[in-house]
T-cell receptor
Framework: GAGVSQSPSNKVTEKGKDVELRCDPI?????LYWYRQSLGQGLEFLIY????????KSGLPSDRFSAERTGGSVSTLTIQRTQQEDSAVYLC?????????????FGPGTRLTVT | GQQLNQSPQSMFIQEGEDVSMNCTSS?????WLWYKQDPGEGPVLLIA?????ELTSNGRLTAQFGITRKDSFLNISASIPSDVGIYFC????????FGTGTRLKVLA
């Protein structure tokens, strides 16, 4: 597709279980971002991948959170031993560099509910 | 995490009125983006700004990149009910930093 896609769109899991969230960025985009958005709140930065550089993990809230980006394309965000406070919408975005221009596009998000 | 100061936090306006919101930062940015988010959706890019002083329009929307490179504003003219939503600014130095959002409600 033309846009950023995320799967699943909704995920309900029990406390203590691990979850994996997937992001397919726009083809050719070198940068990929993960954000978390709690109900009615702003966007909380989690992690940023740019090309082959080491990712910026400074936003990950705990060592239960990790992410990888395989082949410079698809990314997976993993949350281990989920807690109720992990419930939120997880948004992925990608951007491309054209000259000096950056435009960041978002996917529809994955709504995670931890029961 | 680091965020921009965005104001106002929320606004209720009458249909047909003009709207103005802004973002300020202590950091210099190279790019400013403005997004609109509808309930249950991801943010949608409205306007991108790349040069200090740049003024860009997209239909009824106008945004400006501040001369100091530390601020930006978004204006919406002649608001309509479908303008309701949350508007976010984002500034980019290395990665993007997002504003806290402005919740807009339009009263018909």
């Amino acid at each position: 597709g033309a846009g950023v896609s995320q799967s699943p769109s909704n995920k309900v899991t029990e406390k203590g279980k691990d979850v994996e969230l997937r992001c397919d960025p726009i083809s050719g985009h070198t940068a990929l971002y993960w954000y978390r958005q709690s109900l009615g709140q702003g966007l909380e930065f989690l992690i940023y991948f740019q090309g082959n550089s080491a990712p910026d993990k400074s936003g990950l809230p705990s060592d239960r959170f990790s992410a990888e980006r395989t082949g410079g394309s698809v990314s997976t965000l993993t949350i281990q031993r989920t807690q109720q406070e992990d419930s939120a919408v997880y948004l992925c975005a990608s951007s491309s560099r054209a000259g000096t221009l950056y435009e960041q596009y978002f996917g529809p998000g994955t709504r995670l509910t931890v029961t | 995490g680091q965020q921009l100061n965005q104001s106002p936090q929320s606004m209720f306006i009458q249909e047909g009125e003009d709207v103005s919101m802004n973002c300020t930062s202590s950091s210099i940015f190279n790019t400013w983006l403005w997004y609109k988010q509808d309930p249950g959706e991801g943010p949608v890019l409205l306007i991108a700004l790349y040069k200090a002083g740049e003024l860009t329009s997209n239909g009824r929307l106008t945004a400006q990149f501040g001369i100091t490179r530390k601020d930006s504003f978004l204006n919406i003219s002649a608001s309509i009910p479908s303008d309701v939503g949350i508007y976010f600014c984002a500034g980019q130095a290395v990665r993007y930093i997002f504003g806290t959002g402005t919740r807009l409600k339009v009263l018909a």
